[in-house]
């Protein structure tokens, strides 16, 4: 079975402190040179003291069609691997390969434009995710099936609550015609029903083939869904097994 993610030796470094002279041009001239880098295939080292690294030095590989669940305290490097899947932000050092399309639900309102309608939203969110205007014109009424907000369909966004935001972001990246799933802490503010709802549909994703990849503090989210699961802790991989044996471990603290 072919991978459908390799993360090789991947680390992400922050700067620490505040934005000071220059350093907006050390930035742009720092990002130059890790995109040359990764385009020539090379490493890039940095030695600078004045960093945070966010990850360090994580190796991965997720096959086609796997459910993986990644778990970890707060600040353990989750979000930021996630990202970096996604394209948000580029690694510091390594190398990440992804086959297929990617679809990613990282954050509440992530490609919302808040002044337009949901009906507006779906059509400017899927074509971010990558979807054509007839795909979105065929998955239109399960999209607004799914998220529940039919009655609210040409409502600007803005005035949506929390809930409402996620349940139609989420129904939009579940519906797009993607390869591999990202998705992260973002149904903690779903109510009960919708997250059943939810579990039930990245289920029926998963056993179509589909490859997930969850961010979750929700550990029967993660044992539910996910087959194997990687504990992630001070950026660094502590485990990566079965999802009831890291499970056990994250529980116990025996990975600290």
């Known amino acids: ?5 390799s993360i090789d030796g991947v680390s992400k470094q922050y700067r620490l402190g505040k934005i000071g002279s220059g350093y907006l041009f050390q930035e742009l ?17 940095q030695t600078t003291t004045d960093r945070v690294n966010a990850l360090d030095n994580v190796s991965l590989t997720v096959a086609e069609g796997e459910a993986v669940g990644i778990i970890g305290r707060n600040g353990s490097g989750k979000s930021t691997l996630l990202k970096l899947l996604a394209g948000v932000t580029l690694p510091s050092t390594g190398a990440i390969t992804t ?10 309102g992530i490609g919302f434009q808040d002044d337009l309608s949901a009906r507006e939203n779906i059509f400017l969110n899927g074509a971010i995710l990558g979807m054509t205007r007839r795909e979105l014109m065929h998955r239109f009424d399960d999209i607004v099936s799914f998220s529940g907000i039919e009655r609210f369909i040409g409502t600007p966004v803005k005035r949506f609550s929390s809930g409402m935001y996620i349940r139609l972001a989420f129904s939009i990246a579940i519906h797009c015609t993607a390869d591999i799933l990202l998705i992260d802490e973002v149904l903690a503010v779903a109510d009960r029903s919708f997250i059943g709802q939810c579990r039930r549909r990245l289920k029926e994703l998963s056993e179509a083939g589909t490859t997930l990849l969850i961010v979750s503090h929700n550990l029967p989210t993660i044992r539910d869904l996910c087959s194997r699961t990687v504990l992630l802790e001070g950026g660094r991989v502590a485990a990566d097994d079965e999802t009831a044996r890291v499970l056990d471990l994250y529980r116990s603290g025996a990975a600290s």
Request: glycine share 10%; with cysteine.
């Open 99 to 108: 086959a297929g399309r990617a679809a990613s639900l990282l954050d509440i």
């Open 29 to 45: 001239h720092g990002a130059v040179r890790c995109l040359s880098a990764l385009l020539s295939g090379k490493r890039l080292t």
């Open 1 to 5: 079975m072919s991978n459908a993610i």
